[in-house]
């Protein structure tokens, strides 16, 4: 199994459309966890940190079931420029998953 | 206040060349890292530094080596190009946990 695991999609939604990505992790000790947001050829960059007890910020929340060993990313009213690679990292083991592919269409 | 910066940004070598690729960060990060990202298997580790002086290997480490003799600079070295090594290089830096990655906006090396 690998440490950290996404569906690599591609997701292919609507605008307006809810989309949620989880993202599976092998270990349990991690404490630290992010999401990340790449555009094509470009560097990944930070879009939220995920919090135990879950954080929102704006259209994105993101969610951490420790018990399941998952993070979990939820985009609300999906935006045209929602349109990328969406990357989990856990930090500690310096793991990135190979990322889900997001297409929103008009 | 560049944040992570690299050098080249792109490249290409021939095979059994050899070239070093630069990173440099200008927030005083302890831990610094170099990926490498090939279409569809996201970013995997080659090797990492956790302070000035040292080094450690990540998941990938073969065919490279790193020194990083500043805290502000991360070096990585292909002794012996191989087309395999044909991929986008990024390095990243940061601050200890349980603070996010920074990335440097990646080298583009081909090996022919």
């Known amino acids: 199994r690998k440490e950290v695991e996404q569906d690599p999609g591609p997701f292919n939604v609507p605008e307006g459309a809810t989309v949620a990505f989880n993202c599976t992790y092998s270990?349990?000790?991690?404490?630290?966890f992010f999401w990340y947001r790449q555009d094509c050829r470009k560097e990944p960059k930070l879009l939220m940190s995920?919090?135990?007890s879950g954080n929102e910020d704006g259209r994105f929340t993101a969610q951490l079931n420790r018990a399941s060993q998952y993070i979990s990313l939820l985009i609300r009213d999906s935006k045209l420029s929602d349109s990328a690679t969406y990357l989990c990292?856990?930090?500690?083991?310096?793991?990135f998953g190979a990322g889900t592919r997001l297409t929103v269409k008009p | 206040n560049a944040g992570v910066t690299q050098t080249p940004k792109f490249r290409v070598l021939k095979t059994g060349q050899s070239m070093t690729l630069l990173c440099a960060q200008d927030?005083?990060?302890?831990?610094m890292y170099w990926y490498r990202q090939d279409p569809g298997m996201g970013l995997r580790l080659i090797h990492y530094?956790?302070?000035?002086?040292?080094?450690a290997k990540g998941e990938v480490p073969d065919g490279y080596n790193v020194s990083r003799l500043k805290k502000q600079n991360f070096l990585l070295g292909l002794e012996s190009a191989a087309p395999s090594q044909t991929s986008v290089y990024f390095c990243?830096?940061?601050?200890?946990?349980?603070?996010?990655?920074?990335f440097g906006p990646g080298t583009r090396l081909t090996v022919t």
């Open positions: 990243a830096s940061r601050p200890p946990a349980p603070y996010e990655q920074y």
């Open positions: 270990n349990s000790a991690s404490q630290s």
């Open positions: 995920v919090y135990s």
């Open positions: 990292v856990v930090n500690d083991d310096m793991r």
């Open positions: 927030m005083n990060h302890e831990y």
């Open positions: 530094s956790v302070g000035e002086g040292t080094t």
